[in-house]
């Protein structure tokens, strides 16, 4: 149960990381562009948010479930700082880029394309970071 379970999670973690190394390029391009464009950005992103939001989810229930099925006190330190560093970007993207992609939506729907752009390169810079803390939990849980 435990590798199938680890696998499972592995998967499931590497969906909800994968599905966001396209967006920043994505708004770069579109953001700014003709509302048409930002229009049909904002459509592949609400898509992204919610495959988000599922793997995120999934990620962490099948990492939680994971810890209980080996053992809470037999999971490593390295684990620990991998799951609290999954944490602290779950926390930047609820406190910094859900109040960009509000303004994103906002400025793409009303055909601002210098305040999307604004927006849409603060959400890249918040991806980033996202990617950072995700790698290095990756690490540490592996180590």
């Known amino acids: 149960m435990i590798p199938a379970l680890t696998i499972l999670h592995i998967a499931i973690a590497a969906a ?13 391009r579109s953001a700014g562009a003709g509302q048409d464009e930002a229009l049909a950005l904002l459509r592949r992103l609400r898509r ?5 939001r599922l793997t995120g ?13 080996v053992g809470i006190g037999k999971v490593g330190v390295a684990t620990w700082v991998g799951a609290g560093l999954v944490v602290v970007a779950i926390a930047i993207g609820a406190v910094i880029a859900r109040p960009a992609m509000k303004t994103l939506v906002a400025a793409a729907e009303s055909g601002d394309r210098i305040a ?12 980033g970071i996202e990617s950072l803390l995700w790698l290095g939990a990756l690490t540490a849980m592996v180590l």
């Not at 992204?48 to 988000?52: C, D, H, N, P, S």
């Open 48 to 52: 992204a948010e919610r495959l988000g």
């Open 116 to 127: 999307a752009s604004v927006a849409g390169a603060q959400i890249g810079r918040v991806l």
């Open 16 to 28: 909800w990381f994968g599905h966001k190394l396209l967006i920043p390029g994505d708004i770069r």
């Open 57 to 69: 989810l999934g990620t962490v229930v099948s990492g939680g479930l994971l810890a209980w099925v």
